[in-house]
């Protein structure tokens, strides 16, 4: 064993992206969690927590994402390490950017490293979807997946797990904008319908494809047109109040496309510069606002790395 302790920090992610509902998700550099784990001599998990909105979150390891995400490393290692882990949170949760998905990835990244680092990343990555199922109550690795690997992530399957790299276009920026209230992803899976009819199936197919697509190319147009959701926004979008305003100011902003961020609330578009993202947060701010929601917007790139080893 290297070291005794370790702080990583893992960023917040956008989760289908509109046409890629469970499947396409990419990263944002800000906000993020750090979580810091040291090794204990007695075993379990002791988890203390700090930062936004952290009273909410359990702390009993196997109701907690990060704690559980370490008991499923070390059941699969076979170790009956002890550690403590002090989450100090950055991004809210229930905000719909991948709050339990950071902590969780932070969580077994940095175990991971204190054991001797005997797990690829690759292979981490059933051990934070473990831990990121305790929160949402369904496996879904749309956030997991570019928390630990960066950039923006296809699922193509789920058994076997295949996750594939999409290419990230220069000049792709993202607007993450979280208003002050909270989505439980549990609750916001449960209204979606079971079953699809064909003809549903075969427009989001094709929107899949076609941003896909968009993104070998660099085609912002195809990338915009195809950002449309079927699956769960028509469910979900009445949970957001003034969602169809702040998507349509997004848009008269220059947005190449807007949807709801994961299983929401907060609302993410996607746009060709820096400057650009910032106008549109603005934009989708204000009209959180004439829809009686505060609100505060991140831009960034898409985040390419894998979560950080601060010390
Ligand atoms: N794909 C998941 C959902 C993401 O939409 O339920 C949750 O953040």
Redesign the pocket.
């Known amino acids: 064993m290297v070291n005794n302790s370790i702080r990583i920090r893992a960023t917040a992610s956008v ?2 992206v509109s046409c890629g ?2 499947c396409i ?1 990419y990263a944002i550099s800000d906000p993020g969690d750090i979580v810091k784990i040291e090794i204990q001599e007695s075993p379990g998990i002791k988890i203390a927590m700090s930062g936004i909105k952290h009273e909410s979150i359990p702390l009993d390891p196997e109701k907690n994402t990060a704690g559980k995400a370490i008991l499923s490393l070390l059941d699969a290692v076979g170790s009956k390490q002890g550690f403590k882990v002090h989450i100090e949170k950055g991004i809210p949760p229930g905000s ?1 950017i ?1 709050s339990s ?1 950071a902590s969780a990835a932070a969580a077994v990244f940095g175990a991971n490293e204190l054991l001797g680092n005997s797990v690829s990343l690759n292979d981490l990555l059933i051990h934070g979807l473990a831990g990121e199922a305790v929160a ?1 109550g ?1 496996f ?1 690795a ?2 997991i997946a570019p928390t630990l690997f960066g950039g923006i992530i296809l699922i193509r399957s789920y058994d076997p797990l295949d996750i594939l790299n999409l290419p990230v276009p220069k000049n792709l920026f993202s607007t993450a904008v979280l208003p002050e209230m909270t989505i439980n ?1 549990k609750e ?2 449960e209204i ?1 319908p079971k079953n699809i009819p064909l003809n549903t199936a075969v427009q989001q197919a094709g929107n899949l494809a076609g941003f896909t697509l968009g993104l070998h190319e660099s085609d912002f147009e195809l990338l915009g047109r195809s950002m449309v959701d079927h699956f ?1 926004e028509p469910h979900r979008a009445k949970l957001i109040p003034g969602y169809n305003k702040v998507r349509q100011s997004a848009l008269d902003s220059g947005a190449i496309g807007c949807g709801i ?3 929401g609330p907060a609302v993410f578009s996607l746009s060709d510069s820096l400057e650009k993202a910032e106008e549109i947060g603005r934009a989708m701010v204000n009209a959180f606002q004439n829809s009686g929601l505060e609100s505060k917007a991140y831009c960034s790139p898409i985040h390419t790395k894998p979560p950080e080893i601060l010390d």
């Open positions: 989760a289908n509902f469970d998700g719909g991948g998905s949402s369904g879904h749309d956030n992803t916001a899976r979606l769960a961020s994961g299983s």
